[in-house]
C-alpha cells in the first residue's frame, strides 16, 4: 500500500508548484487586463534603450525589474540553489516555460525562449558578477544568514539588465565581515 502512496504524493506536490507558478501568471494577468503596470508597487519602464545598459548583453534580455520587481517574484524561484549551494544556480529553460506557455506571447525575447526550449538547447547566459578563480563565495552561508541579496548585487529588482553594483574586491568584502562582526579568516573564501 505504502509504495502506491509515493507517487500520489509526488504528482500531488508537483500539482501544488505548478499551481503556484498558474497563479502568479494569473496574478500577472489580471494586472495587464486591467490596465494596471504591476502588482506591487514598483513600475518598470516599458520602453528600454539597451544600448545605454550597463552589464553584459545576455543572448535573451531578460528583465529583472519586471520579473522581481514589478511582479515581485522571489529570487529563489529562478536561484533555486542560492540556500544550498555556493552558486545561486540558474534556471532551466523549463522553468521559464512553467510561466511562458502561458504569458508573453508576441514578446520577442518569449520567442527566442520557445525556439530555446523546442530545440533542447540550453541558454548561454553570460556571466555578470565575476570573482578571481582563487575566491570563492558560498551563497548559502550568506543567504542562510539573512544577507539580502540587494547588499552585494544592488538594486537587481529595479535593472532591466543586470550588472555588477558592488566592487566585490576584497578589502570591500572585509568592510561588510568587519561591520557585521562574523569571521575574516583567509580559509573561509580562499579554499
Wanted: with cysteine; glycine share 6%.
Amino acid at each position: 500500500m505504502t509504495r502506491n502512496v509515493q507517487p500520489v504524493i509526488k504528482v500531488i506536490a508537483a500539482l501544488a508548484l505548478v499551481g503556484a507558478a498558474l497563479y502568479t501568471v494569473f496574478q500577472a494577468v489580471q494586472a495587464q487586463q486591467t490596465n494596471q503596470n504591476t502588482v506591487g508597487t514598483f513600475v518598470a519602464p516599458v520602453d528600454v534603450d539597451t544600448a545605454s545598459l550597463a552589464g553584459p548583453v545576455q543572448p535573451i534580455f531578460y528583465r529583472h525589474d519586471i520579473h522581481a520587481g514589478q511582479y515581485q517574484m522571489d529570487c529563489r524561484y529562478c536561484h533555486y540553489a542560492v540556500e544550498i549551494s555556493s552558486s545561486p544556480g540558474l534556471p532551466s529553460v523549463d522553468t521559464c516555460m512553467g510561466c511562458h506557455l502561458i504569458v508573453g506571447a508576441g514578446n520577442p525575447e518569449v520567442a527566442k525562449l520557445q525556439q530555446a526550449a523546442q530545440s533542447g538547447e540550453p541558454i548561454e547566459w553570460v556571466e555578470v558578477h565575476k570573482l578571481p578563480s582563487f575566491v570563492r563565495f558560498p551563497h548559502m552561508r550568506h543567504v542562510n544568514a539573512e544577507i539580502t541579496c540587494q547588499e552585494c548585487h544592488g538594486a537587481v529588482e529595479e535593472m532591466a539588465q543586470v550588472y555588477q553594483a558592488s566592487s566585490l574586491k576584497m578589502g570591500w568584502c572585509l568592510s561588510c565581515h568587519l561591520d557585521k562582526g562574523v569571521t575574516t579568516d583567509c580559509t573561509v573564501c580562499h579554499y
